[in-house]
T-cell receptor
Framework: AQKITQTQPGMFVQEKEAVTLDCTYDTSDQSYGLFWYKQPSSGEMIFLIYQGSYDEQNATEGRYSLNFQKARKSANLVISASQLGDSAMYFC?????????????FGIGTKLQVIP | EAQVTQNPRYLITVTGKKLTVTCSQN?????MSWYRQDPGLGLRQIYYSMNVEVTDKGDVPEGYKVSRKEKRNFPLILESPSPNQTSLYFC??????????????FGAGSRLTVL
């Protein structure tokens, strides 16, 4: 069974500093997708970044990058130059497609607070 | 505008009173799914559907039913709600991409309280 582990319940970062949110995953499948979603206090879920298991380069989207280390089964999110608007819950997720079915598993999330 | 619409957004009900949370998407997505979000537990998948008339259980299906009679709609049914189903519910949809590169588009969430 697939599993996502986020071990940082809460984190603080100074505005304009970089921060890394940890995510490890467990699966025996070779083909999978890894995602990060942001949930601000308003409650909506916002897609940030995607990394495919066969992608050799780390994904980047603006200030977000995904540090993908396949052998260690980690998919950490790096936010550069933090802004006050980055304060939110962040969820790591994995998508598996197997036998014609697709399952998505989320971690428990990390609450990030950006300090002015 | 491409979106997932779920209703109601807020609902307070009593134990045992059947309710349905509707979910509709206008993006022609094959894949639709329901999640519940609880503090300290993250999002847990309840049911998902790969296409019309194709549904399967997620990690926490007990007490819930779903149906997928049309591609755009995926209602979540609580036949006899109990207080432990008090939660924030999200519907989401995506394209069916074999590699797993299926970015989910979420609805705004439905906060359900069962007394």
């Amino acid at each position: 069974a697939q599993k996502i582990t986020q071990t940082q319940p809460g984190m603080f970062v100074q505005e304009k500093e970089a921060v890394t949110l940890d995510c490890t995953y467990d699966t025996s499948d070779q083909s999978y997708g890894l995602f990060w979603y942001k949930q601000p206090s308003s409650g909506e879920m916002i897609f940030l970044i995607y990394q495919g298991s066969y992608d050799e380069q780390n994904a980047t989207e603006g200030r977000y990058s995904l540090n993908f280390q396949k052998a260690r089964k980690s998919a950490n999110l790096v936010i550069s130059a933090s802004q006050l608007g980055d304060s939110a819950m962040y969820f790591c997720a994995m998508s598996l497609v197997s036998g014609g079915y697709q399952k998505v598993t989320f971690g428990i999330g990390t609450k990030l607070q950006v300090i002015p | 505008e491409a979106q997932v619409t779920q209703n109601p957004r807020y609902l307070i009900t009593v134990t045992g009173k059947k309710l349905t949370v509707t979910c509709s998407q206008n993006m022609n997505h094959e894949y639709m799914s329901w999640y519940r979000q609880d503090p300290g537990l993250g999002l847990r998948q309840i049911y998902y559907s790969m296409n019309v008339e194709v549904t399967d259980k997620g990690d926490v299906p007990e007490g819930y039913k779903v149906s997928r009679k049309e591609k755009r709609n995926f209602p979540l049914i609580l036949e006899s709600p109990s207080p432990n189903q008090t939660s924030l519910y999200f519907c989401a949809s995506s394209l069916d991409i074999p590699t797993g590169a299926n970015v989910l588009t979420f609805g705004a969430g439905s906060r359900l309280t069962v007394l």
